[in-house]
């Protein structure tokens, strides 16, 4: 862990607005916390921001799934796991290896990716039924995108735009697209908690940064659950596409 986690007021204060917006994405627009995970990386050491970052996400991920809990569609996140799986592991060996250079290229330039083939598919033609029975090829684009989601959000908590993109290209209505996303997430994300902390990303000093910031989550998410009702379909899915770039862009270019 670095050796300090101390910022200056105007740093707590960007922390702080990024943890706000946190909370907006669990509830309104998903993916729109990479910002937050780029002010975090600004902010902070680029290895200790994902440590500190983690337990405000849980906690972004609790008050979702209170909000959204009963729109959750739990065959797709089954068929996601075990794949998710495999990519938090892969995620693990990579981030104890691998430099913050190479970590944020190559996470930008999976965003990037996610977003133009979602783009391209939507207007090839139109998305499948989440409630209908699952193909071979379902399968194997789960498979692909649990694994690319479990590597991103092992590595800088930002699985967010990837699992957004899966969602979109399978054809999830807002509330739909909300309550699966946020049991997914609160799963995975307790999961990686062992990993961060055996890899010295979660200590004693984190956790209390995390106390001062949590807080913030709150107010964000009541925001979030205020605005959603108000976005409709089209817009939402501009938005997370938008969202999903943009942290993109901020990853390769910082």
């Known amino acids: ?9 105007w740093g ?5 607005a990024a943890a706000l917006l946190v909370g907006f994405s669990k509830t309104a627009v998903s993916g729109a916390n990479t910002v937050s995970l ?10 200790a ?14 008050l979702a799934v209170l909000t959204y809990r ?4 739990w065959p797709t996140l089954w068929r996601l796991f075990p794949a998710v799986a495999a990519g938090v592991v892969a995620g693990t060996a990579f981030l104890a290896l691998a430099g913050d250079g190479a970590v944020r290229t190559s996470i930008g330039a999976i965003l990037l990716l996610m977003a ?3 783009v391209w598919r939507r207007r090839r033609s139109q998305a499948p039924e989440p409630e209908r029975a699952a193909t071979r090829a379902d399968r194997a684009k789960a498979g692909s995108y649990g694994v690319l989601g479990g590597f991103t959000t092992m590595v800088a908590n930002a699985g967010g735009p990837v699992m957004s993109m899966y969602l979109l ?3 999830f209505r807002k509330l739909g697209f909300l309550g699966t996303s946020a049991w997914f997430f609160l799963i995975v994300n307790s999961a990686k908690v062992p990993f961060s902390v055996g890899l010295g990303l979660i200590d004693g000093r984190s956790l209390l940064l995390d106390a001062a ?5 709150v107010p964000g998410a009541l925001l979030g659950r205020a605005c959603v009702d108000r976005i409709d379909q089209r817009l939402f899915e501009q938005l997370v596409i938008a969202a999903t770039v943009l942290g993109g862009l901020q990853l390769l270019l910082r």
């Open 12 to 16: 707590f204060a960007a922390l702080a």
């Open 213 to 217: 910031l949590v807080a913030f989550v």
């Open 49 to 62: 921001s994902t440590g500190v970052l983690l337990p405000i996400l849980i906690f972004g991920d609790i």
């Open 1 to 9: 862990m670095h050796e300090t986690l101390g910022t200056t007021p």
């Open 169 to 171: 290209s399978a054809g």
């Open 70 to 73: 009963r729109h959750a569609h």
């Open 116 to 118: 133009g083939v979602t």
């Open 38 to 47: 780029a002010i975090f990386a600004a902010v902070l050491p680029a290895r």
